[in-house]
C-alpha cells in the first residue's frame, strides 16, 4: 500500500509501517495520507485513498465532511501533544501575569551600558506583574489538553473552575477533584481572573469571545488561547484591551490584526512543537492507518464511528453508509440470499455517517461487493481477504 507524507513525519513514525508499504512524498495514487500542516481543502481525492490522518488534534486543514462522503476516513491524534500544550498553557499563564516578555526586550536595550545594573534596578518596576497562586483559572474544554492544563493549575495553588458540554466519563475520571465544574460559559465569564480555551474552531465556538462575552467579564482578565485563532473576535479584543477589561492576551497563533499590539503575546505555533511531541503524533497516527487498512477498524476518526472488531472469519468487509434506517437490515439480507454466514459484527454511527464490520465464514466476490455498494445509502465497500 501507497502511503504519502504531506509533511515531513518523524522517522519514529513512518517506521511502524512494515516492507508492505510504500512510504514517500511523491505518490500520485495512494492508500493514505498523513499530514500535519499542509492544507489540504484544493487536493483532488484520488478513488484509491481511504484514509487520512492528521499527526496532531486540530483537522481544519482537511476537508472532513468531503472526505466522509467520499468513504474517506479521517484520523486525529487526541491526547499525543497533550503534556506539550500543557506546558506552553503553563507558560502562557506566566507570561500573561508577570512583564517577562516586555522586560526582556527593554533588557537588551541597556545591554551595553555601563550602568546596567543600576539600571535595571531603577526601571524593573515598570515590569512588576501578579502572581497565579490563589487566583480564579476558568478552563474552557476539559478534554485531553484541557483536562492537563487544569490539574497543572491546581498543583500550581489556582481555584480552577471548568466547562466542558461535550466532557467524557474518561476525560471527567482524570480531572483532579479540586476543580469545579461550571454549567455553561457564563459561569466563566463571570467568576474568573484567567480564562484558558481549549475547543476546537467549530461554527458554534468561531469568534464566540467577543463583545458579550467580554462584557461579563471581570476588569483586568487574562485570556490564553492556544487552540485557534478563530475563536476569539479580534475587534472585541483590541477594545477590550484599550478599556482595560483585558489585561493581557497571549495567544498560539498570530494574525495581522493582533500581532505586535500592545498587551498581546503573540507565539509562533509552539503548542505541539516538541520532539517528543512530533514523535507521539506521528507513531499514533501510523498506528491508526495501519489498522485500518490491515484490518478496517476505526479509532479516532472525526467523520466516521469508533468501530473496533476481533478478527475472524474467511474475509472481512468493511462498509461506510449514511446513517439512514435498514441498511444494516439490507446488509444482512442480501449475505443470507448469497449462503454467506456471518461470524461477527460491528456497527456504529457518527452524525450523517455510520460503519458496519461484517466478518464472514468464506471468500466474498466481486459480484457481492458490487451488490453491496448498491444498498440504499452505501458510500463505499471494501473486502479485506
Known amino acids: 500500500m501507497n502511503i504519502k507524507l504531506m ?49 496532531g488534534a486540530g483537522v481544519n486543514n482537511i476537508p472532513v465532511d468531503k472526505c466522509a462522503d467520499a468513504g474517506v476516513v479521517v484520523f486525529n491524534t487526541p491526547g499525543a501533544n497533550a503534556n506539550a500544550v500543557k ?45 497565579i497562586a490563589g487566583k480564579t483559572l476558568g478552563v474552557i474544554g476539559l478534554g485531553a489538553i484541557g483536562g492537563m492544563v487544569a490539574n497543572a493549575a491546581v498543583s500550581l495553588g489556582m481555584k480552577v473552575i471548568g466547562y466542558d458540554p461535550f466532557l467524557s466519563v474518561a476525560n471527567a475520571l482524570h480531572l483532579s477533584r ?28 468561531k469568534g464566540f469571545i467577543n463583545d458579550k462575552a467580554f462584557a461579563q467579564m471581570k476588569d483586568g482578565v487574562r485570556i490564553i488561547n492556544l487552540a485557534r485563532a478563530e475563536l476569539v473576535d479580534p475587534d472585541a479584543m483590541k477594545q477590550a484591551i484599550a478599556s482595560g477589561k483585558v489585561a493581557s492576551y497571549v495567544v498560539d497563533f498570530p494574525t495581522p490584526e493582533l500581532i505586535g499590539a ?32 490491515e484490518n478496517g477498524n476505526i479509532v479516532n476518526s472525526v467523520n466516521y464511528p469508533t468501530v473496533t472488531v476481533p478478527k475472524s472469519g474467511g ?71
Open 315 to 385: 474475509a472481512r468487509i468493511c462498509l461506510a453508509h449514511k446513517n439512514i434506517p435498514a441498511v444494516l437490515s439490507q446488509i444482512t439480507t442480501l449475505l443470507a440470499k448469497e449462503g454467506i454466514n456471518i461470524e461477527n459484527l460491528g456497527n456504529g454511527s457518527k452524525g450523517e455517517y455510520a460503519y458496519t464490520i461484517v466478518d464472514t465464514n468464506c471468500a466474498i466476490s466481486p459480484a457481492t461487493t458490487e451488490a453491496l455498494g448498491k444498498v440504499d445509502g452505501m458510500i463505499r465497500v471494501r473486502v479485506i481477504g
Open 262 to 293: 500592545e498587551k498581546v503575546i503573540s507565539i509562533p505555533h509552539l503548542g505541539a512543537s516538541t520532539a517528543e511531541s512530533e514523535d507521539n503524533c506521528a507513531v499514533m497516527a501510523a498506528r491508526e492507518l495501519r489498522d485500518f487498512l
Open 87 to 131: 506546558e506552553l498553557a503553563v507558560c502562557a499563564l506566566l507570561l500573561s501575569s508577570r512583564g517577562v516578555v516586555d522586560g526582556i526586550n527593554w533588557a537588551k536595550s541597556v545591554e551595553d551600558r555601563d550602568n546596567i545594573a543600576k539600571e535595571v534596578e531603577a526601571g524593573k518596576g515598570a515590569f512588576a506583574g501578579c502572581e
Open 7 to 55: 509533511n515531513k513525519i518523524a522517522k519514529v513514525g513512518t517506521a511502524v509501517f512494515d516492507a508492505n508499504y510504500q512510504v514517500s512524498d511523491d505518490c500520485a495514487t495512494p492508500d493514505a495520507i498523513m499530514v500535519r500542516s499542509a492544507k489540504l481543502h484544493d487536493m483532488p481525492l484520488n478513488p484509491e485513498l481511504l484514509a487520512i490522518a492528521r499527526c
Open 178 to 205: 479540586s476543580v469545579a465544574l461550571a454549567a455553561n460559559y457564563d459561569e466563566i465569564f463571570a467568576a474568573c481572573d484567567y480564562i484558558t480555551l481549549h475547543v476546537p474552531a467549530t461554527k458554534d465556538t
